[in-house]
Structure formats: structure tokens, C-alpha cells
């Protein structure tokens, strides 16, 4: 009796969670599908580390960190161009976006300089 509750519990969830992210935005979406392939790119890295090894260890570090920091970016700029988000209210979607770019710029600078 406990675990058709739970089921039915997590059902209602998740159906709560899929009509409360119809109402976001396209631009939401987009960055979430691009915040969902820079993990999967890590994940595929990581896999592929697995199985073939890690010869250029710096190549791999590199490769993993820069998708997870992108990843970290995009939330960020998610965060700030929310319209629900009344922190960020006074900034506007241009200025959030220009510190990603800058901030993505920067990371992949670093990234490959640690290559080497």
C-alpha cells in the first residue's frame, strides 16, 4: 500500500514539473538544451576516458572542465535572464549576455593555455 502511494506521489510530480516548465519561455529552453549538451559532452569525455585511457591527461581535464564550466555559465546567464527572477530585474538580457560570452572567453583561454 506504501509503494502505490510513492508511485502515484512521484507521478503527480512529475507532472507538476512538466506543466509548470510549459510556461517557460523559448529562451529558458534553449539554454537549458544547451546547459543539457555541454553535460552530455562531459559525460561522453568521461566515458571515452573509460574506455580508451588517459594518455593526454591535460587534454582530458581540459575537455571535461571546459563543458562543466560552460555548463556552470549558462546557468548563470539562465539565472539573470529570467523574468521571474526579481534579483536580477534592473539588468538587462544584452548586458547578461555579454558576460557570458566574456566569461566562456575567458575559460577557454585558460583552457588552453593548461593544455599546453
Known amino acids: 500500500m506504501g509503494r502505490a502511494s510513492s508511485k502515484e506521489d512521484v507521478g503527480a510530480l512529475f507532472r507538476s514539473l512538466r506543466s509548470a516548465y510549459a510556461a517557460t519561455t523559448l529562451n ?3 539554454i537549458d538544451l544547451y546547459v543539457g549538451f555541454a553535460i552530455f559532452t562531459a559525460l561522453i569525455q568521461v566515458v571515452y576516458m573509460v574506455m580508451v585511457g588517459s594518455f593526454p591527461f591535460n587534454s582530458f581535464l581540459s575537455g571535461v572542465l571546459s ?13 539573470q535572464v529570467n523574468k ?33
Request: with cysteine.
Open 28 to 30: 529558458l529552453k534553449i
Open 67 to 79: 563543458c562543466v564550466g560552460t555548463a556552470v555559465l549558462a546557468v548563470c546567464l539562465r539565472i
Open 84 to 116: 521571474e527572477n526579481k534579483e536580477f530585474k534592473d539588468l538587462p538580457p544584452e548586458r547578461a549576455f555579454a558576460d557570458f560570452v566574456l566569461c566562456n572567453l575567458v575559460l577557454h583561454l585558460v583552457m588552453i593555455n593548461f593544455l599546453g
